[in-house]
């Protein structure tokens, strides 16, 4: 089943996140990997915080999903364990 640009880019933003933190989330290199204009990713989750915003949601229903059916996390537990702790403070600050 193909996949929304917008699950295109949280996936990506959960990659970013996870592997190099969540001060180096960049709404320009989102748009860079997935071809589109930097404002589509503006227009469709407000500004990086919403988009932060987003990003929590949806790992948040991926680690249930995941967990529920067995599936593999595509991320190390580490550098997950991380991106929650980084998006619980950004939502909470």
Partial sequence: ?????DDRILQDAVAIVS???????????LAERNGVN???ISYRFGSKRGLVSALS???????KD?????????????GLVHMIKLLR???NG
């Fill in 57 to 63: 949601e949806s790992v948040d229903g991926d680690l």
């Fill in 38 to 40: 930097p404002s589509l």
């Fill in 1 to 5: 089943q193909p996949r929304s640009s």
């Fill in 19 to 29: 592997a190099t933190g969540l001060a180096t989330l960049s709404v320009r290199a």
């Fill in 66 to 78: 995941s967990v529920v059916a067995g599936a593999r996390l595509s991320l190390n537990m580490v």
């Fill in 89 to 91: 403070l950004e939502r």
